[in-house]
């Protein structure tokens, strides 16, 4: 079946630095993905609608300058987090549908990557 | 907007029991679709089962179905049978029809009790 694959699974870095993770379809092609954010014990929000060739979609009060977001290709996207301070610890996670979908359970995530900043 | 409701926030049961676990929607969406996903300690989102708002039928996938109340916008899903390996938090989620974009709820975290 369709796959998301996301990477790093975990990362950690130093105040101060930026750090990629990249969310790629495997096997379809998505104009938009989306990448949402997860405290500990908390839900999913929604962070931005990551579209393919045009700027991301960002949500109320997510920072667009911190979060930067490009989706250069129809598999994949990617979230820079920059000038990364410990507040950004968390769980971040992308999902994708391929293009044209009009059934709505074809939401497929990424298996989620577990930023650590020290 | 949207919103997901979910009032219980721990749940135990014990196993081979059924369990169900509670969630309400608001929208003003004539279209959308309910989901759930199971999520473990790993982080990953595992999709269970989807209802759209215009099936006439409850979604049943294996062990699991939503219980679908349109009028009283509930979504309830119901494990029959648990077992171990279904102990994990477990979201309920909406979206516009047509539209990946979704809303979740505070999630319930269920334990399944040998």
């Known amino acids: 079946g369709a796959v998301v694959s996301q990477h790093p699974s975990r990362v950690i870095c130093k105040s101060g630095t930026s750090v990629k993770i990249e969310c790629r379809s495997l096997d379809f092609q998505a104009t938009t993905m989306f990448w949402y954010r997860q405290f500990p014990k908390k839900s999913l929000m929604l962070m931005a609608t990551?579209?393919?060739?045009?700027?991301?979609?960002?949500e109320q009060g997510v920072e667009k300058d911190k979060f930067l977001i490009n989706h250069a290709s129809l598999t994949l996207s990617t979230l820079t987090v920059t000038s990364a301070h410990p507040e950004d610890s968390s769980f971040y996670i992308c999902?994708?549908?391929?293009?044209?979908?009009?059934?709505?359970?074809?939401?497929?995530f990424g298996e989620g990557s577990w930023l650590t900043v020290v | 907007a949207q919103k997901i409701t979910q009032t219980q926030p721990g749940m135990f049961v014990q196993e081979k029991e059924a369990v169900t676990l509670d969630c309400t929607y608001d929208?003003?969406?004539?279209?959308?679709?309910l989901f759930w996903y199971k999520q473990p300690s790993s982080g990953e989102m595992i999709f269970l089962i989807y209802q759209g708002s215009y099936d006439q039928q409850n979604a049943t996938e294996g062990r699991y179905s939503l219980n679908f109340q349109k009028a009283r916008k509930s979504a309830n899903l119901v494990i029959s049978a648990s077992q171990l390996g279904d102990s994990a938090m477990y979201f309920c989620?909406?979206?516009?029809?047509?539209?990946?974009?979704?809303?979740f709820g505070t999630g319930t975290r269920l334990t399944i009790i040998p």
């Open positions: 999902s994708a549908s391929p293009t044209g979908n009009v059934v709505g359970n074809t939401i497929y």
């Open positions: 929208t003003s969406d004539p279209s959308y679709g």
């Open positions: 990551s579209n393919e060739g045009s700027k991301a979609t960002y």
């Open positions: 989620a909406i979206s516009n029809f047509g539209n990946e974009k979704l809303t």
